[in-house]
């Protein structure tokens, strides 16, 4: 896939780190598809079984339920729950990882949606986290990287 089909099809986020908080983050600016408040931890929710297609190592972990007031792309199933797991991909070290937004579905649990996202910070504390999605696009994981990696190359 070409860059141009990426860059139309990209879409970010950025959340903040609550103050006096290690996991608590919140909307800050770009494109409103997650919930004002998110929580992102790194392996603080119970381990992921590393079994099937991916056998990357789990990083971390997003989880946030929408509130009434929020809105949001994903905000599709009560009860408007969201959770994902975050994969490492070695080959990419300058992103934290990558995973499929898992959303509640009809009957209330969780199923990805297929649609990618890219997790990136600056820092190392991670006080600031890009969330970048392509939507649709979990098959298309290199190439989004690939994308990526030119950008924050050219513009960290």
């Given at each position: 896939?070409?860059?141009?089909f990426?860059?139309?099809?990209?879409?970010?986020?950025?959340?903040?780190?609550?103050?006096?908080t290690s996991?608590?983050?919140?909307?800050?600016?770009?494109?409103?598809?997650?919930?004002?408040?998110?929580?992102?931890?790194?392996?603080?929710?119970?381990?992921?079984?590393?079994?099937?297609?991916?056998?990357q190592?789990?990083?971390?972990?997003?989880?946030?339920?929408?509130?009434?007031?929020?809105?949001g792309?994903?905000?599709?199933?009560?009860?408007?729950?969201?959770?994902?797991?975050?994969w490492?991909?070695?080959?990419?070290?300058?992103?934290?990882?990558?995973?499929?937004?898992?959303?509640?579905?009809?009957?209330?649990?969780?199923?990805?949606?297929?649609?990618?996202?890219?997790?990136?910070?600056?820092?190392?504390?991670?006080?600031?986290?890009?969330?970048?999605f392509?939507?649709?696009?979990?098959?298309?994981?290199?190439?989004?990287?690939?994308?990526?990696?030119?950008?924050?190359?050219?513009?960290?």
């Amino acid at each position: 896939m070409n860059k141009e089909f990426f860059a139309a099809n990209h879409k970010l986020s950025v959340y903040t780190l609550k103050p006096d908080t290690s996991t608590s983050y919140y909307y800050s600016s770009g494109a409103v598809l997650l919930p004002n408040r998110i929580c992102i931890t790194e392996n603080q929710f119970a381990p992921a079984i590393n079994t099937g297609v991916n056998r990357q190592k789990v990083v971390g972990q997003i989880k946030a339920t929408f509130a009434k007031k929020d809105n949001g792309t994903y905000k599709q199933n009560s009860p408007y729950h969201i959770h994902t797991n975050i994969w490492e991909l070695p080959e990419y070290n300058l992103f934290w990882g990558y995973g499929s937004i898992g959303i509640s579905n009809e009957s209330g649990r969780i199923k990805e949606t297929g649609d990618l996202v890219i997790l990136y910070s600056a820092s190392a504390a991670r006080d600031e986290i890009e969330i970048h999605f392509f939507p649709g696009m979990l098959k298309e994981l290199h190439g989004a990287f690939q994308y990526l990696h030119e950008i924050k190359r050219r513009n960290p």
